[in-house]
């Protein structure tokens, strides 16, 4: 969603946040803008533009000094994607300018209250604060105004305003939005992702929630954070260990095909990471909080629910303990009724999904112990849940997430095995076999790519499974339509004929994924049926059920490790087709990286 850059140091302020905004492409955005400081005149110039960072560029002309400036990418939530409603905004007098993340939900209140007669142009909640700041500027100095300014917002927000009247100065501040500070002895970045501050970082530091930030250059660039009573805080610093080649396409076409390329690498980089002295293992620490648990709850979105479906089965066939999906939109603001010895996880690509976050504040006050399975441990949901586990997938760019799934999935077998009292496989050995099989069968993606246009021809479709194979066609139906805009159902095979199957006619195509003994007989038979309604079928199977005019056949891995394996040419799929389609492959329509509003 919406992403910030900010500069102030020795270095041209604009090329850190064009690039830095560059960098935040993939959250997702619709419009984007930029103001800086033109040293020649002592005053801020803003641009704006509908559409892409690339227009920005190549639209305005940069090439003056600048020391200081703000960025913003927005994915509009407060009216419609203009040039008016994108960011930078300014007070009515134009001296604050202000970039911001997250919604302000008191904003209209707060235009009654405080902003009676001034005029806004703009349909956002951001232009309220610009004049909040302003107004309050008028009988205090403006750093006062911008803390009293934010004691009034409810909501959540990711801040970086400028005054026209101290221009060596950003003012920072945030709350439940994420935002981060990078540090270098060029200069201080801010960015509402640490992607935005790699190249340019030596350190990074997190903020936590109600906290003020003043970063200023007085000779030599330098920050203070406050905390909510104006008290000075000091921040962690970390050592930044991105460098910009581990976020770039390494050759590729695309984000998405480097990534699903990756996941082999994943799964072996899990490996590593979790093995000690030649044992899985998590730490004594998490197990111990799962001790006598009668239930375990799992709250997720989007394809990360989906691997909480895989890890309900692991749990509750390795653990034996009852375990419980839902949904974190649901959840939030819907609660069933709870096992008072429950444990809950949150699963979470970015760990900044505002549906998690909700759900985390009600798990915490109920009293509940929270575990966050994640790949960004420095994210919001990591650090505010009691435990966190990292699932090392590395940076995911593409919208649409592949190697996250797999290595959430891959997590959330070590500890479900971890916890078991009794080990009947050696799960190293085979997830070892899985990144090996995983190998030879993106090493054939041409073929793939001929079946999709052989057989993919439709603007429907539909992926069907038994057991964990109808998990994966859930994760399958979404991949395809987030990324073809091809509707797409995941669908239980044997409840298709229980209305769906009405929808069959001829050349519609039906995926089925077979990798499990138990249904695959069951499952087969739900083909046929669809075939005698003239579908086209696609069947995707693992060789120990395999028959031999199947479509894509799975070099065999252990049974309950098949999600792994079947998923990643449904990924392939998504890919191919949408590629066919000439489609905005890594950063689809009206889709973002990492979903920051409720
Ligand atoms: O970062 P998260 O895992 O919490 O994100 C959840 C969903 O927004 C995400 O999985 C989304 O569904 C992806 N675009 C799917 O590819």
Known sequence: MCGIVGYIGDLRATDVILNGLKKLEYRGYDSCGISFLDSSKKEFTTYKTVGRVDLLINSFDYNVENKVGIGHTRWATHGEPNQVNSHPHSSSSKRFIVVHNGVIDNYLELIARYLEGVKLISETDTEVIANLVEKFSQTMSAEEAVRKTLSLLEGSYALL?????????????????????????KGITFGSDLMALVGNSEYYYLIEDKTFIVAKTNGKPDFQAYDIIGKKVKLDQHKMDLADNEIDKGGYEHFMLKEISEQPAVIRRILAKYMVDGKLKISDEVKAKFINKKRIYIIAAGTSIHAGFIGKYY?????????????????????????????????????????????????????????????????TLAREADMRLEIFAGPEIA???????????????????????????????????????????????????????????????FYIGRGIDYYTSLEAALKLKEISYIQTEGFAAGELKH?????????????????????SHNTRSNVHEVKARGATTIIISLESVADNSDDIILSDVHQMLAPLLSVVPTQLIAYYKAKELNLDIDKPRNLAKSVTVE
Do not use: H, W
């Open 399 to 461: 919208v649409a997430s592949t190697k996250a799934y797999v290595a959430q999935v891959t997590v959330l077998a070590i500890l479900a095995y971890s916890l078991a009292k009794e080990k009947s496989f050696d799960l190293g050995f085979e997830l070892s076999r899985v990144s090996i099989a995983m190998e030879s069968l993106i090493d054939q993606k041409e073929y793939i790519e001929g079946l999709v246009t052989r057989k993919l021809k439709k603007r429907n479709c």
């Open 161 to 185: 305003i400028m005054d026209n009247e101290e221009v060596n100065k950003i003012y920072a501040a945030k709350n439940k939005s994420p935002l981060l500070i990078g540090s270098s002895d």
């Open 315 to 379: 749990f509750e066939n390795l653990t034996k303990i009852p375990t419980e999906v839902f949904i974190a939109s649901e959840f939030a603001y819907n609660q069933p009724l709870l096992e008072k010895d429950g444990i809950f996880i949150l699963i979470s690509q970015s760990g900044e999904t505002a549906d998690l976050r909700a759900c985390l504040v009600n798990i915490r006050q109920m009293g509940y112990p929270s575990l966050t399975i994640t790949n960004v441990i420095t994210s």
């Open 499 to 519: 209305g769906t199957i009405a929808l069959i006619e001829k050349d519609v195509p039906v995926i089925a994924i077979i990798t499990q003994k138990n249904t």
